[in-house]
C-alpha cells in the first residue's frame, strides 16, 4: 500500500501536504508546532486535521506491518497462493486482513480439526466439489469406516466431514464480509429486559428494536451499559433467509448433485454454530467502537470549549466550595491567584451561624476589595446561591457570583500536586481555592486535572481509556498552545502542556526560576537543565515573557522569525519600540501596499507566516480568549419553582451531547435544549450550533418538578412556534 497516497485520498489533500507533514511529524516535531510554525510546509492545515493524519498514519502503517506478518506466516506454511496474495494486497482494514489470515492460524482443537485427525479431510473435499456424477455422501462415507481412527459408521466419517466442511465455509473471507456488510444494512439491535419487573434507568429499553444503521452512538453506550449492569439483554438479529442466501451464494454448485444438500446443511450448521456468534460480536464490537469514538470527539471538543472560556482577568475571587456537615469552604484570590485568606462558613445550619457567615463573608469583600463570588456547583451548592444572592444586595460595592463546575476539584485537592502547592491548607480549602481560579483563568487551573475528570462528555468512564487519554491530552496540548503560557507565572502542569516541554522539563523551569528570579527573554531557557535545541524550538513560540526587554517575547512570533519581523518593521516605517508602545495600527495597510508576496519574499518567508507575524505585531501580550463574550455573571437566583412555561431566560451552555445541550439558567438543576428545539435548520449534531460555555437565549418549554427535569427551546416562545 502507498500510505501516502491513500492519505491524500481519506483526507482530501495533495500529495505534497501529506508527505511534508508525515516528515515533520516523523521528525519528532509536535502537532501545535506544526500547525503554527511550519504552515508553508503543509499548506496552512489546521491541528485538527495534523492530529488526524497522525492518527491515521499510526493506523496504515500498523496494517502494513500485520499485513506482511500474515503474508510471511502463509508463506512458511507453504500455502500462499496468487489468490490470497492478491487478497492480502487489497486488503484495506485489519478486519479484512485477519478475515483471510483465519484459515491459517493455528487453533485450539475443534471438530473439524478431530476429523482431520481421523482422516476425513479428502472425504469432506469429494463431498464440497458436488461432481454431478457423484455417489451419494453417505455411499461416499463408507470408504472411510476406520475403527482404528476411530470412524465406525459412514454416518460417523459424513458428520465429521460435514464438521470440516463447516469450518472452512466459517473461515471463508468472502463469506464473513458479505455477511458482515448485511449485518451492517438490514441487521437488526434487539434489546430485552433480564427482569421486566426491576426499576432501572434502562426501561425504555426492556423492549427495544432499531436497525444497526440508524441507531444512534448514545444509545448504543446506554444500551452497552444496561448489559453490563445485568437489566439488559442484547443481540443483533439478521434475517435467517438472506443469511442463508448469501452462504448458499458462495458454496452450492450451479449443477445438481448429490451432494449439494449436505453442502446446503453444512453451511446453516455453519452460519449457525461458529459464523453468526463471531460476525455478530465483530458487529457489536463495531457499533461500540463507532459510538465510543463519536463521543470521545465530543468530549473532546467540549473539553476545549471549556478549557478556552474567558478568564475574569485583573479580578479578586471568592471561592466557596459548598457541603452541609463540615460547612462552605472559604478561599479568597488575587487577581494572580494568590491566596489572601480562607475560612469556613456555615450557611445551613443555625441562623445564628448564618448571620456569622454573612459577617464573615462582608468582611472578606471589604478587605480584600472582592470582585466576583465562584461558587462549586456540589453538594448544598442551591443553598450556597441562595445565600450569596441575599447577601451581594446589602453589599454596598458591584459583586456578582457565577456557579462553576466543581467536577475534578475534590480530584486535584487530594493530589500530591495541591499538596506541593498549597502544604498549610486541608483538602476541602484547596477545592475553594481551585474553584476561585476556575473563575479566574479555568485553562490554567484546570490542565491540573485529569482531563476525564473534567466531566463534559457523556459515558466518558465507559470509553477506551487509551484513546480517550490520546484525544482528551491532544484537546488539552492544542488549547494551552492556541493561547499561549506566561514562563515567569505559569505553574509546572501547565508549562507541561506546552509543545516541546515534558513533565521533567517543565518542574526544571519552574526550579530554574526560583533559584533565578524571573526569566527576562526567551533565550534564558536555553540555560534550563535537559531544554536541549530540539525542545526550544519547538516551545519558546508559544511562552510569553511580559518582562523582557525584547517587546517580541511577548509575541507569538517565533524566534527564528524574529530577524524577519524587525526587518518587515523597518520596511514600513516602523520600530520595536513603536511596537511596545502600541503605535504600529498602520502596519497590515502598509504590508499590503507594498505587496504580501513581495514582502514575503524580501523576508525569506511565506505569506503565512507573514501574515501570523503581522499580526503578533498588532497585538503583543495578545489572549485569543480575550475576543470572547466574557463569563455570565449573576447578582440574583431563581428556583425550579419559579419557572413557568414561555417564560425566556439567558443561559450558558455546559455540556453538548449528541442528543442535545445542557444550560444553567441559574436555578440549580440545568436545563436540556433537545436537538430538535435548537435550530430550525437541520443539523446532525448539536455542536454545530452550539459549544460549552457559550452564552444563550432560551424559553422554558415544560417542568418536571418532581424529577427536576426541565425542557427549553432556543426556537422562540413555546406558543410562536
Not at 450448521?269 to 463521543?295: F, G, K, Q
Not at 483538602?427 to 490554567?444: C, E, F, K, T
Not at 490520546?470 to 488549547?479: H, I, K, M, S
Not at 440549580?668 to 435548520?681: A, E, M, P
Request: hydrophobic letters at 40%.
Amino acid at each position: 500500500m502507498d500510505i501516502i497516497q491513500q492519505l491524500t485520498q481519506e483526507f482530501h489533500l495533495q500529495r505534497w501536504q501529506v508527505e511534508n507533514t508525515v516528515s515533520l511529524l516523523d521528525d519528532g516535531n509536535t502537532v501545535p508546532f506544526i500547525a503554527r510554525y511550519r504552515k508553508e510546509a503543509h499548506g496552512t492545515l489546521d491541528d485538527q486535521v495534523i492530529r488526524g493524519l497522525s492518527e491515521r498514519v499510526e493506523y496504515l502503517r500498523n496494517l502494513e506491518k500485520r499485513r506482511e506478518e500474515v503474508r510471511n506466516s502463509i508463506i512458511s506454511q507453504e500455502k500462499m497462493t496468487e489468490e490470497i496474495e492478491a487478497a492480502l494486497d487489497k486488503a484495506v482494514t485489519l478486519a479484512e486482513i485477519e478475515d483471510i489470515y483465519r484459515p491459517f492460524r493455528p487453533k485450539r482443537r475443534t471438530r473439524a480439526s478431530i476429523a482431520k485427525e481421523k482422516g476425513l479431510e479428502p472425504l469432506a473435499d469429494e463431498i464440497y466439489a458436488q461432481k454431478p456424477d457423484s455417489p451419494a455422501p453417505l455411499e461416499l462415507a463408507k470408504e472411510y469406516i476406520d475403527e482404528e481412527k476411530g470412524v465406525e459408521s459412514a454416518e460417523e466419517a459424513l458428520k465429521g466431514a460435514m464438521d470440516i466442511i463447516a469450518e472452512n465455509i466459517s473461515d471463508n473471507a468472502d463469506i464473513r464480509r458479505r455477511l458482515r456488510n448485511l449485518f451492517g444494512v438490514v441487521g437488526i439491535v434487539t434489546v430485552s429486559a433480564v427482569d421486566e419487573e426491576a426499576e432501572s434507568v434502562y426501561k425504555m429499553y426492556y423492549d427495544y428494536n432499531e436497525p444497526v444503521k440508524t441507531i444512534a452512538g448514545h444509545r448504543v453506550l446506554a444500551i452497552d451499559r444496561g448489559e453490563r449492569e445485568k437489566f439488559l439483554k442484547v443481540s443483533v438479529t439478521l434475517d435467517a433467509v438472506k443469511a442463508s442466501n448469501v452462504i448458499k451464494s458462495v458454496t452450492l454448485s450451479d449443477t445438481e448433485s448429490p451432494c449439494t444438500e449436505t453442502v446446503r446443511e453444512a453451511g446453516a450448521d455453519a452460519y449457525a454454530r461458529l459464523i453468526y456468534p463471531s460476525v455478530e460480536r465483530e458487529i457489536r464490537n463495531m457499533l461500540t467502537d463507532n459510538a465510543a469514538a463519536n463521543a470521545i470527539k465530543v468530549f473532546a471538543l467540549n473539553t476545549k470549549e471549556l478549557l478556552l472560556q474567558p478568564p475574569l482577568k485583573g479580578k479578586t475571587v471568592i471561592g466557596l466550595d459548598p457541603g452541609y456537615r463540615t460547612g462552605c469552604k472559604v478561599a479568597v484570590v488575587d487577581p494572580t491567584g494568590k491566596v489572601l485568606d480562607t475560612g469556613v462558613i456555615y450557611v445551613t445550619h443555625s441562623e445564628a451561624q448564618k448571620k456569622q457567615a454573612e459577617q464573615l463573608i462582608k468582611s472578606l469583600i471589604a478587605k480584600h476589595d472582592v470582585d466576583a463570588i465562584s461558587i462549586g456547583n456540589g453538594t448544598a451548592s442551591k443553598e450556597t446561591e441562595i445565600f450569596a444572592a441575599n447577601l451581594l444586595k446589602e453589599v454596598n460595592k458591584k459583586v456578582s457570583y457565577m456557579v462553576v463546575s466543581e467536577a475534578g476539584a475534590s480530584v486535584y485537592s487530594a493530589s500530591k500536586l495541591a499538596a506541593e502547592e498549597f502544604p498549610q491548607y486541608d483538602v476541602s480549602l484547596r477545592s475553594a481555592v481551585s474553584i476561585a481560579r476556575r473563575l479566574q483563568d479555568p485553562l490554567a487551573e484546570l490542565v491540573k486535572i485529569d482531563p476525564k475528570a473534567i466531566g463534559v462528555g457523556q459515558y466518558q468512564h465507559d470509553m477506551p481509556p487509551k484513546e480517550l487519554d490520546t484525544a482528551l491530552n491532544g484537546v488539552v496540548e492544542d488549547a494551552v498552545n492556541s493561547v499561549g503560557v506566561d514562563l515567569n507565572t505559569a505553574s509546572a502542569p501547565l508549562l507541561a502542556r506546552v509543545s516541546g516541554i515534558n513533565s521533567g522539563i517543565a518542574k526544571g523551569i519552574v526550579l530554574y526560576r526560583e533559584e533565578n528570579g524571573a526569566f527576562t527573554g526567551r533565550q534564558q531557557l536555553k540555560k534550563v537543565p535537559k531544554l536541549g535545541a530540539k525542545a526550544f524550538e519547538q516551545c519558546a513560540g508559544f511562552l510569553r515573557v511580559a518582562e523582557s526587554k525584547n517587546v517580541l517575547d511577548n509575541t507569538g512570533v517565533h524566534p527564528e522569525s524574529y530577524d524577519a519581523a524587525k526587518k518587515l518593521l523597518e520596511l514600513c516605517s516602523y520600530t520595536l519600540d513603536d511596537v511596545k508602545n502600541n503605535k504600529i495600527d498602520e502596519l497590515a495597510k502598509r504590508a499590503e501596499e507594498i505587496g504580501e508576496e513581495t514582502l514575503a519574499e524580501k523576508l525569506a518567508v511565506g505569506v503565512p507566516t507573514l501574515k501570523d507575524i503581522i499580526k503578533e505585531l498588532l497585538r503583543p501580550g495578545r489572549d485569543p480568549r480575550d475576543e470572547l463574550p466574557p463569563p455570565m455573571l449573576r447578582t440574583d437566583v431563581m428556583e425550579l419553582k419559579d419557572l413557568k412555561s414561555g417564560m425566556e431566560l439567558m443561559g450558558t451552555v455546559r455540556n453538548v451531547t449528541d442528543f442535545g445541550a445542557f444550560v444553567d439558567i441559574g436555578v440549580h438543576q440545568d436545563g436540556l435544549v433537545h436537538i430538535s428545539q435548537i435550530t430550525r435548520k437541520f443539523i446532525k449534531h448539536p455542536s454545530e450550533v452550539l459549544k460549552v460555555g457559550q452564552v444563550v437565549k432560551v424559553w422554558v418549554m415544560s417542568v418536571d418538578t418532581a424529577r427536576a427535569r426541565i425542557s427549553l427551546t432556543m426556537l422562540g416562545k413555546p406558543e410562536e412556534k
